[in-house]
């Protein structure tokens, strides 16, 4: 019985789609893991603001130390090697379950952001070089899913369970992730780098569903080409210093890291760590966080179902301009909400202040917080996949790291107005520069999209 070629793709993805599970865990589980170690009964219980705040952004710091980690175990040793030595500090979620005291608490967190560092761009880069063309937004796509539904799991074990046996069930993704790598191919790209001919041409045919002596596609002939190009080059200290001086590196990282910097500081990443805590600011502090935690978390779910099907006919501009305005409509209409709230109390209906949220919701998972990870596998050539992927997703997570941090001072100075105010100028502002910079990259080569780079640069020169 022939398999389809999408269903190869995505069987041999399944790895990577688990680990990305347990990645997006660690994202979420402070939104469940604070509010019961508040509690008397708690084994470990925390006592201050700064320790609340210390277990929300404490992972987020080594998500940045795991990207640049990243660059380099998958550019010398493998796509697929760097995914499983991704999850070798996974086992921080054990030390959590253990945990006797707060410094145990932030240790597992630590290594469980580690992990999710190490993995979190380079999941994207592994998605993008085992996918075909034709499926690449839809697969690219299917990782932001996955981390919805970690999102919303993980949310889920921590209402039902406590705190400590949660943690011991998210593991359960990094080990079962792992077993599965270990039967995923690695990237045919990667393989053709190393010299390895034959064993990426056979792995390549399978994965399009081509027979064994087919390898004169015009996509494995592109592959070998720029392989050539990249092994005539020299890669020591001056080819990485000379990458910032090309266009073709200099122009996607500055776009791709401009694109994760106005989605963080959007507060895709305070919705995430502080979930119960602003939708308790937003709607009221009587109003039951869980509910609303969980219903959002789902309503996500449902949004990036969506986004899998649209991203197959919306252009990759289009989808981030209709997500940049949605995103600051809301966040405007939040803090003009709080206002009134400042004023008059919680006496208001609902209905606004859950639209606006809903809102949110709904217009981050259409752009904001899907493309800059699914752009980071599109926009960089091969040859400096590694280095412009780990530098992205570094600046990445150290302005998750910021927002993250600085999101309970920010509410107690510039008050839940003020702190909403401040996330819809940057996202508006943030939308105008994608606006003017972003490129389409939807059903476009790798060859194309670098070609595209230097083509400007070109015109530029040319009219100056």
Request: net charge neutral; hydrophobic share 45%.
């Amino acid at each position: 019985m022939m398999i389809h070629p999408f269903f190869r793709q995505v069987g041999s993805l399944i790895g990577c789609y688990l680990i990305t599970m347990g990645m997006s865990s660690v994202l979420g589980y402070s939104s469940v893991l604070i509010p019961q170690m508040q509690l008397r009964t708690s084994r470990v219980q925390i006592k201050s603001q700064h320790e609340i705040s210390l277990v929300a952004s404490i992972a987020a710091l080594p998500l940045a130390l795991g990207t640049i980690l990243n660059g380099y175990l998958m550019e010398k040793y493998g796509r697929k090697p760097a995914l499983i030595f991704s999850q070798i500090p996974a086992p921080g979620w054990l030390i959590i379950a253990l945990s006797q005291n707060i410094y145990m608490v932030y240790t597992g967190r630590f290594l469980t952001g580690w992990s999710a560092g190490m993995c979190s761009g380079l999941a994207n880069v592994y998605v993008a070089e085992i996918a075909s063309i034709q499926y690449r937004s839809i697969l690219l796509a299917l990782l932001n899913f996955c981390i919805n539904l970690g999102i919303l799991l993980c949310h889920i074990f921590g209402l039902l369970l406590e705190w400590q046996y949660s943690s011991i069930v998210i593991f359960a993704y990094a080990v079962l992730g792992t077993i599965f790598m270990f039967f995923s191919p690695e990237t045919p790209f990667w393989l053709i780098l190393n010299d390895k001919y034959d064993r990426s041409a056979k792995i390549f045919t399978w994965l399009r569903g081509l027979s064994e002596e087919d390898t004169t596609s015009p996509e494995f002939e592109g592959l070998k080409k720029k392989a050539e190009y990249m092994k005539s080059m020299q890669k020591g200290f001056k080819y990485y210093m000379n990458c910032f001086l090309r266009p073709e590196f200099y122009k996607p990282l500055t776009i791709s890291s401009m694109f994760f910097l106005i989605s963080q500081f959007s507060g895709i990443s305070s919705i995430t760590f502080y979930s119960m805590t602003i939708f308790q600011e937003v709607l009221g502090p009587e109003f039951p966080g869980e509910v609303a935690m969980i219903t959002v978390d789902t309503l996500r779910l449902v949004c990036s179902l969506v986004t899998i099907v649209l991203m197959q006919y919306i252009s990759r501009r289009v989808q981030a301009l209709i997500s940049g305005g949605g995103v600051t409509f809301s966040l405007l209409l939040m803090s003009i909400y709080s206002m009134v709230c400042n004023s008059f109390g919680y006496d208001i209906n609902y209905l606004v202040p859950l639209c606006s949220v809903v809102t949110y919701i709904c217009f981050m998972s259409f752009g904001f917080m899907p493309l800059p990870w699914c752009m980071l596998g599109e926009l960089f050539s091969a040859d400096n996949k590694g280095l412009g992927a780990g530098i992205s997703s570094t600046i990445s997570y150290l302005a998750a790291f910021v927002v993250v941090n600085s999101l309970p001072y920010m509410f107690s100075n510039l008050g839940s107005d003020g702190t909403f105010l401040t996330y819809g100028i940057i996202a508006m502002l943030g939308t105008v520069y994608l606006f003017f910079f972003l490129p389409e990259t939807r059903n476009k080569t790798f060859a194309e999209i670098e070609e595209n780079y230097k083509k400007k640069t070109s015109e530029i020169t040319a009219n100056q």
